[in-house]
């Protein structure tokens, strides 16, 4: 039998990362007893139903209560007031990390609420499905995927090891990152293809002459996944996009670039730049699948629709 990283582990927001972290937790031994809350009466109801968490808390401070590791599972525009009305009634030693897609805005969102003694190890585990809520978890989530901890200066070597053993322990691939290039590299790979995926679906809404039907029924593989990822948690990107401005908006820049080369590139009938810049993006596909970040499966890996 494994012997648990942490002796209790606190869970404050109960949706789909909370939620897989408890069952990955449990499926290897890795917490002694796991607290949770959650603003929602409706959250916390529907968590107690399903077994998830061993004791789910009515109040934000009975769950952090004695915990050795806390865990910020709630939107990022939502850290620094949480980290506040935890500060009181964490114990000394304990380890306070989060699981949010921004980490400069939350490390200065949460740092200055947490009192001395208490270790502040951010983190973010680059796993997650288009689905929310406490029913969304797994324990497999987060196999094969990685989450990075920024350590803040001054973290405590031994706290940053601790929190690693847990995430190996789930199943991931830790490395470490500084908080602003975190925010850069996620700017490319996941909040501007994101934005891009919220505007071409919202393109498609206001293409009147294509009716929802049509765009519904006729939907390719390319369009779908933009959908996919259309419908995840508005309140979390909202928080993602305001949080991540610069970074963002460098990306979004360099995106908008590149689509008028290719514009001009189609409107003059450039076939050589086209098939130069989708020969060049190609590779960067095929260098995801031999990462083993996804599959070259024609559905993505993803299971085939139940008759």
């Known amino acids: ?3 648990p990283v942490y002796n209790r582990v606190a869970l404050i927001g109960l949706g789909l990362i909370a939620s897989s972290m408890f069952w990955a937790m449990k499926r290897g031994g890795l917490a002694g007893d796991v607290t949770g809350f959650a603003r929602s009466e409706a959250t916390r109801d529907t968590a107690r139903r ?4 061993d004791r789910v ?3 934000v401070a009975d769950a952090v209560a004695d915990a050795d590791l806390v865990v910020l599972c709630v939107p990022v525009g939502a850290m620094g007031a949480v980290a506040q009305e935890i500060a009181p ?7 306070v990390t989060d699981v949010g897609s921004v980490k400069r805005d939350v490390i200065d969102a949460v740092g200055p609420h947490l009192p001395e003694g208490v270790h502040f190890v951010p983190a973010h585990p680059l796993a997650g499905t288009e689905h929310s809520g406490p029913e969304s978890g797994f ?7 990685w989450c990075l901890l920024v350590p803040v200066e ?9 929190l690693r053993a847990l995430w190996e322990g789930m199943g991931a691939n830790v490395d470490e990152m500084d908080a602003d290039h975190h925010d850069l590299v996620l700017a490319v790979t996941s909040h501007t293809p994101h934005l891009i995926a919220y505007t071409m679906v919202g393109v498609a809404d206001d293409l009147r002459r294509v009716t929802d039907s049509e765009v519904i029924k006729y939907s390719a593989a390319g ?3 933009f959908t996919r990822i259309a419908a995840s948690d508005p309140t979390m990107w909202r928080d993602v996009f305001l949080t991540n401005k610069d970074a963002t908006l460098e990306i979004l820049g360099r995106f908008t670039e590149e689509l008028f080369a290719l514009q001009r590139a189609i409107r003059t ?10 020969t060049r993006t190609r590779e960067i596909r095929r260098g995801i699948i031999e990462a083993g970040q996804d599959t070259a499966a024609p559905n993505f890996g993803r299971e085939a629709p139940k008759a």
């Open 57 to 59: 808390c009515d109040s």
């Open 269 to 278: 009938g450039d076939g050589e730049h086209l098939h130069q810049y989708f």
């Open 139 to 145: 324990a497999e989530l987060f196999d094969n995927r």
């Open 89 to 95: 009634h964490l114990k000394a030693g304990a380890t």
């Open 154 to 162: 001054g973290s405590d070597v031994d706290a940053v090891a601790q």
């Open 50 to 53: 399903i077994g998830l968490c």
């Open 1 to 3: 039998m494994t012997s």
């Open 223 to 225: 369009f779908r996944d």
